[in-house]
């Protein structure tokens, strides 16, 4: 089985700054790795998402994430946070056959003014 | 497209009554399903993964008897909470696997279920 870590739990952050969650997962084989967005009781929105390719990943809301093999990281970031993206972030890993997904803990991003 | 919908999106009960929750890919067929719990502050868990026509497969630790999973059709999966009691309460997520834009699978998230049993 799979294992993804989110290390925080919680990131405080103040509106305009850059912000950067980590995840780091656990596989030694070839893994999709995603990042999705949850609102206070909403389902999860799908950010951006890591199949192939360049290892630089663009999402939605001005967020990248970069998959990074040889240190089984796939880090969230965005330049410039607003207050809407006070929200739960979640990192997830899925092999290759989408059978089953991976979440991690999940991280608090919490913009101030 | 591959949008997936649940119902309802919100359902209180009492203790001892059974709750039945629908899961439906909108414009997709989707011959695999996956039903998650979130517990309060925590990430989610797969509590059992749903294939179309045949029985579902429960996580370890995930009772087949309390949580009952239907997947009828390629469009339809559900989930029912029986004798629901107040530990049961949580947030239900199901999701559905499709064939992607680039030829792939792609897995693709409900919004949600919040089941309060009192």
């Known amino acids: 089985a799979q294992s993804v870590t989110q290390l925080d739990s919680q990131v405080p952050v103040f509106e305009e700054a850059p912000v950067e969650l980590r995840c780091n997962y656990s596989?030694?084989?070839?893994?999709?790795l995603f990042w999705y967005v949850q609102y206070p009781n909403q389902g999860l929105q799908l950010l951006l998402k890591?199949?192939?390719?360049?290892?630089l990943v663009k999402g939605i809301n001005g967020f990248e994430a970069e998959f990074n093999k040889s240190q089984t990281s796939f880090h969230l970031r965005k330049p410039s946070v607003h207050i809407s993206d006070t929200a739960e972030y979640f990192c997830?890993?899925?092999?290759?056959?989408?059978?089953?997904?991976?979440f991690g803990s999940g991280t608090k991003l919490n913009v101030k003014p | 497209g591959a949008v997936v919908s649940q119902h309802p999106s919100r359902v209180i009960c009492k203790s001892g009554t059974s709750v039945k929750i629908e899961c439906r890919s909108l414009?997709?067929?989707?011959?695999?399903m996956f039903w998650y719990r979130q517990f309060p502050k925590k990430s989610l868990m797969l509590m059992a993964t749903?294939?179309?026509?045949?029985?579902?497969?429960?996580e370890q630790g995930v009772e087949k008897d309390k949580f009952l999973i239907n997947h009828a059709s390629l469009t339809l999966s559900t989930l029912t909470v029986t004798s629901a009691h107040p530990e049961d309460s949580s947030f239900y997520i199901c999701?559905?696997?499709?064939?992607?834009?680039?030829?792939?699978?792609?897995?693709?998230f409900g919004p949600g279920t919040r089941l309060t049993v009192l």
């Open positions: 890591y199949l192939s390719g360049s290892t």
């Open positions: 414009d997709f067929q989707a011959t695999t």
């Open positions: 999701s559905a696997r499709s064939h992607g834009a680039g030829g792939g699978l792609e897995q693709f």
């Open positions: 596989s030694s084989v070839s893994v999709y």
């Open positions: 749903s294939n179309e026509g045949s029985k579902a497969t429960y």
């Open positions: 997830a890993v899925s092999e290759t056959d989408f059978n089953k997904f991976y």
